[in-house]
Each structure stands twice: as structure tokens, then as C-alpha cells.
């Protein structure tokens, strides 16, 4: 199974690709996402919608995941952030695929082991997981991260039908 995960935001969003085999990973590809911050937001997203229509058409992954955002100190950017991870949702939905959503914390855990494992520890577990990931950016690997998070959930999803009750919070 391929999957795509995806870590949004409006000045990066971070892509990733994995495939899954088993209990088997494998690094497939990865990338950023970098609309031009002094364009306005409709162009912003404008850009986002069509580079992730791009990933899916060019990689073809079985379904996606996106990280959940947490509800930052200004609510301004947090309505701005909100708008983006929309699109980066809506995209893959539109073109058939199933998107999984996770919070931080389960990411974190399904990865590392710890809900509150540092950028340092994701890289590194990131680089030992997927070893020919290479050198990445933080969002390529956040992004990576919650593919590999919903690879670990999505036979649990299938089952019951979306993210177990308390699993993801």
C-alpha cells in the first residue's frame, strides 16, 4: 500500500510517500510545498491544491493522512492554518482516496514511542525508519511521520470504521 502523508501550512507543507509491505516501510519520495508568502491566500492555496493534485497524479498512492492542527495562541493564524490543511484534505478526497487525520501526539507515539517526542527524536527515528529518506526537511519528516502513523492504524480504521474512540486523543 502507498500512502501519502501530508503535514500543511500555508509557507511550507511538507509531503511524503511511503509503501507499506507487511510490517515493511519504504521510503518512496518527499517534498515541500512553498507558495509564495506575498501572494494573497487564494493564490496561496491555489498552489497547494495544485501541487498535491500533481503528488497524487504522479505517485498514485492507495489513500492519505494529514496531521491535525492544535489551536495555536492567534487565532488568526490558526483560521489561516485551518484553510490550508482544508485544501490539503480536500485535494486527495477529490481524487478518490480515503484521508486519515491523526493528532500530533499519536503521530508522535506511533513513531517514536513518546506523544511528546521532539524534532531531534522524529528525525532521527524518521532517518533510522526510512533510511534512504536522506536529508530532509522538519515537514518532509513530519509529513512522513504521519504517513507511517496511518500506516500503523489503518487496518484498526478499516475495521471499526475511522480512528478508534480515544486512540488518536
Known amino acids: 500500500m502507498k500512502?501519502?502523508?501530508?503535514d500543511p501550512g500555508l509557507v511550507k507543507t511538507g509531503w511524503g510517500i511511503i509503501e507499506t509491505e507487511g510490517h515493511a516501510l519504504r521510503f518512496v519520495a518527499s517534498g515541500l510545498i512553498k507558495p509564495n508568502k506575498n501572494k494573497e491566500?487564494?493564490?496561496?492555496?491555489?498552489?497547494?491544491?495544485?501541487?498535491?493534485?500533481t503528488i497524487v497524479s504522479q505517485f498514485k498512492p492507495d489513500t492519505a493522512a494529514i496531521e491535525e492542527t492544535f489551536v495555536n495562541q492567534n487565532p488568526a493564524?490558526?483560521?489561516?492554518?485551518?484553510?490550508?490543511?482544508?485544501?490539503?484534505?480536500?485535494?486527495?478526497?477529490?481524487?478518490?482516496l480515503e484521508v486519515g487525520e491523526y493528532p500530533a501526539?499519536?503521530?508522535?507515539?506511533?513513531?517514536?514511542?513518546?506523544?511528546?517526542?521532539?524534532?531531534?527524536?522524529?528525525?532521527?527515528?524518521?532517518?533510522?525508519?526510512?533510511?534512504s529518506c536522506g536529508d530532509i526537511s522538519e515537514d518532509e519528516t513530519d509529513a512522513l511521520?504521519?504517513?507511517?502513523?496511518?500506516?500503523?492504524?489503518?487496518?484498526?480504521?478499516?475495521?471499526f470504521g475511522g480512528v478508534l474512540a480515544g486512540a488518536a486523543r
Open 3 to 6: 500512502i501519502l502523508g501530508i
Open 41 to 53: 491566500l487564494a493564490q496561496r492555496l491555489k498552489v497547494i491544491d495544485e501541487e498535491i493534485q
Open 77 to 96: 493564524s490558526a483560521l489561516k492554518l485551518g484553510v490550508a490543511r482544508g485544501v490539503a484534505m480536500v485535494v486527495p478526497a477529490r481524487m478518490g
Open 105 to 131: 501526539n499519536l503521530v508522535k507515539k506511533s513513531v517514536v514511542g513518546a506523544g511528546k517526542a521532539g524534532k531531534d527524536q522524529m528525525g532521527m527515528m524518521i532517518r533510522t525508519l526510512l533510511p
Open 145 to 159: 511521520a504521519v504517513a507511517i502513523c496511518h500506516a500503523h492504524h489503518y487496518q484498526s480504521r478499516q475495521k
